[in-house]
């Protein structure tokens, strides 16, 4: 069910983007699935200099050549990887999503970019749109993150958000994937806001503190759930209070998570792009890969 055939990396050959072709590189080994690297040449980004006066095919050529010997560095030491180039040029997130298309790829990889605030994803906008309209799993790389924390690197530990939307359920499916596959060790995890905890409790100290035992545990339940049976006895489960971004952030930083997957949902890309989502705000803060997970029903829903 959860096989991949093509791993696509997305890079504009800048050294944050390029971070994220060691880790595509070991996630398409484990899945024994085809790397495609793939650079979108953007003419309206080149007008200014004049670019747009070479021929297409000349510039294709010249840029391939480029890439090329950056990602043959790059994957030096990176064996058993079989990989291709895929040179576009147009606009970067419809060739990015064509590539994905073409190749049959189950998986997009792209990295951010360091310290670029509101607009710090790949490309700006593009990697944005991406999230919010890709058809496969996205997992985004923070540029921040140092090298050595990339190359090579080994995923030992996962978190799977779950808020119980349809888009959860594909992330829990998807994060159990990736722990089989790297035999990786489990925590799933939901975060209670305050709002709604203000629907239910009173302001009764002692009564508000069952009632909130209760909620715990019933939550906990419902998480325990959601694991397939091979993961019931050894994934964990946490219940966390707060603003969802900055919960699941501080506890992936106290249990050494290496990776975060979540699903994303919202009212639609220029919603979002007003109002944020919890992915959205998780990924900003920069401090680990998040692999975005849609349904097939929301992106077909929420495109616009």
Request: with cysteine; net charge negative; aromatic share 6%.
């Amino acid at each position: 069910m959860f096989s991949i055939s093509a791993v696509v990396c997305a890079t504009d050959l800048s050294e944050g983007s390029n971070k994220a072709i060691p880790l595509a590189a070991y996630i398409a080994k484990g899945f024994k699935a085809k790397l495609v690297i793939a650079h979108v040449i953007d003419l309206p980004a080149v007008t200014p200099y004049g670019e747009t006066m070479v021929d297409p095919q000349e510039l294709r050529a010249r840029v391939e050549q480029s890439t090329r010997a950056q990602v043959t560095d790059i994957l030096t030491n990176i064996e058993g990887v079989q990989w291709e180039l895929h040179i576009s040029i147009g606009y970067p997130a419809k060739e990015i999503q064509q590539i994905v298309s073409e190749t049959s790829a189950g998986l997009l990889v792209a990295a951010t970019h360091p310290r670029s605030g509101l607009e710090r994803l790949l490309l700006g906008s593009v990697s944005r749109k991406l999230m919010f309209t890709v058809t496969v799993p996205f997992l985004i790389i923070p540029g921040d993150l140092p090298v050595e924390r990339l190359a090579l690197r080994q995923i030992e530990s996962l978190m799977i958000a779950c808020d119980f939307s349809d888009d959860s359920d594909s992330a829990v499916q998807w994060g159990l994937a990736f722990a089989r596959t790297f035999s990786t060790k489990v925590t799933l995890a939901t975060v209670l806001e305050q709002g709604q905890l203000n629907q239910i409790l009173t302001v009764d100290p002692q009564k508000d503190r069952a009632i909130a035992h209760r909620l715990v545990d019933e939550l906990a339940g419902k998480l325990q759930n959601k694991l397939s049976e091979d993961f019931k006895d050894k994934a964990s489960t946490v219940v966390l209070a707060g603003h969802p971004h900055e919960e699941l952030n501080k506890y992936a930083i106290l249990n050494h998570i290496d990776l975060i997957v979540m699903g994303v949902h919202g009212r639609g890309f220029i919603e979002n792009i007003m109002v944020g989502s919890t992915t959205d705000r998780l990924i900003r803060l920069g401090q680990f890969p998040v692999l975005a997970v849609r349904t097939e029903s929301s992106n077909q829903d929420k495109k616009q």
